[in-house]
């Protein structure tokens, strides 16, 4: 079930948007609790004003780098640093900025993604070791690639840890905890899945096709305490080359409708899907076309989180800046606009070795069924020069991928109390009390590979 926050949609106060955009959040705090307690003020307006707290709490903890702090991480990580050149980086929008009360301040991990996104300063970095291991990590990807295409498929079966470990002095001993952990979806490219082991027992043990997959505890708080679960899964993933002369003159039409906040067809969105796709009609060149502009005009960098943006692809489309999630979102946004089925899909890139966030995208055209798209895998073999493999991801995905959500914006099971951290995607987890939800500092997570093998 869509979780609705359509409310983002409407207007700000204009005294309230000017007060965030200029960072001045203690003052827009006692500006929209007035409002609140104002009889005259709409229910409807309420909800978007409440909204607008979270997003301001958020922003500082995202954004805590002064420009001198900066300066000095970037003088530490990159040999010769110039002052002159983080001012080049800002205005080109390669370092993401806010003003935090009234200064700038910077995103917390700007050195990373100068260093991820940027050859030019990644050849200057003063840990060679990290750059050296990246280009070995491409190299084990393509070489998975390579089999993937000579035996028209790749099955890989993983054994994976999560964990959750709660920290806080917020908190109340055995005050009761309700968490969820996420789990794999057994659908699309994921043939079977099981839960091995908890810590704990749990509460519920979501269906195997539910869109956010979650097991759920219900546990007394014990400061240090840890939550985890096993699981095991099998993904079979094929290789498809799809020819556009194949392509179906009778297409569907499910998932192509608009989902508020985000998956929604402004007039911009309209404008620029007319410009991306010009006059093809084949749906299959149409989707090539968007991921040719995504990949090839848009650049990566990490992003705040997803809660403080009210409208995710317009956010990218404009300033053609973001992280995956940020690309597959416009990626689905955009083909729906033009017609074409898309949806949602994310979890974990699983290597042999480690685990870290991922989203995609998946579209539909028949008479192949459902395809993948990703955007940010290919952005990064375009700006490497890799053509074989940017052309890899439009249509295919390599098996090693945990997916933990097919679809945006999705409810867990059973459903939360409050606002998520992330109420658009989950990959880490949630916890929240009877009273509250628990912020970012009061617990951690982890992901660990127990075992990989490949499967002939």
């Known amino acids: 079930m869509l979780i609705d926050l359509s409310y983002l949609r409407y207007p700000l106060p204009p005294d309230v948007q000017r007060l965030f955009e200029a960072g001045d959040f203690s003052r827009m705090e006692r500006v929209i609790a007035a409002r609140l307690a104002d009889p005259r003020t709409p229910e409807t307006l309420k909800k978007r ?6 997003i301001a709490r958020e922003i500082p903890v995202a954004y805590p780098l002064t420009r001198s702090a900066l300066l000095a991480q970037l003088q530490a990580a990159v040999r010769d640093f110039l002052p002159e050149e983080l001012e080049a980086l800002r205005d080109d929008g390669t370092l993401d900025w806010r003003y935090v009360e009234g200064e700038v301040h910077f995103k917390d991990n700007c050195v990373n993604n100068l260093l991820k996104t940027r050859p030019e300063f990644a050849s200057r970095a003063v840990n060679q070791a990290a750059v050296a291991a990246s280009l070995a990590e491409s190299a084990e990807l393509d070489g998975m690639i390579t089999r993937m295409k000579r035996k028209g498929h790749a099955r890989t079966r993983f054994v994976v840890r999560e964990t959750m470990t709660v920290e806080s002095t917020r908190l109340l001993p055995s005050e009761t905890l309700h968490i969820h952990l996420p789990l794999p979806v057994v659908s699309a490219q994921v043939i079977s899945a ?21 097991v759920y ?21 094929p290789y498809i080359q799809a020819d556009p002369a194949a392509v179906s003159n009778i297409q569907p039409d499910f998932e192509t409708g608009e989902e508020a906040p985000h ?13 991306i796709v010009g006059t093809e009609r084949n749906p299959l060149l149409k989707a090539h076309r968007i991921y040719d502009f995504i990949t090839t005009q848009a650049v990566y960098r990490f992003m705040p989180p997803y809660l403080t943006v009210t409208n995710i692809p317009e956010y990218f489309l404009t300033g053609l800046r973001g992280d995956c999630g940020v690309q597959a979102l416009a990626f689905i946004t955009l083909c729906r606009c033009a017609g074409i089925p898309a949806k949602w899909q994310a979890g974990l890139y699983t290597t042999p070795r480690s685990a870290g966030n991922h989203d995609w995208a998946m579209f539909y055209i028949a008479p192949y069924g459902w395809l993948y798209a990703d955007c940010s895998f290919g952005g990064s073999a375009f700006r490497a020069g890799n053509e074989e493999r940017r052309n890899f991801y439009f249509g295919n995905l390599e098996p090693w991928r945990l997916p933990l959500c097919v679809g945006f914006q999705q409810t867990f099971t059973p459903p939360r109390r409050f606002l998520r951290r992330d109420p658009y995607d989950n990959q880490n987890g949630e916890i929240e009390t009877l009273n509250r939800r628990l912020d970012h500092n009061e617990y951690d997570t982890d992901c660990q590979i127990v075992s990989y093998e490949e499967i002939e």
């Open 49 to 54: 004003l409440t909204f607008q707290l979270a």
């Open 217 to 237: 505890f219900e546990l007394p708080y014990q400061p240090g305490m840890t939550v985890s679960a096993e699981f095991a899964y099998e993904i079979d993933a």
């Open 194 to 214: 099981q839960l091995l082991s908890t810590s704990h027992t749990p509460n519920c043990i979501a269906d195997a096709q539910e869109p956010h997959r979650t």
């Open 263 to 275: 998956i929604v067809f402004t007039p911009y969105i309209r404008a620029l899907t007319r410009e």
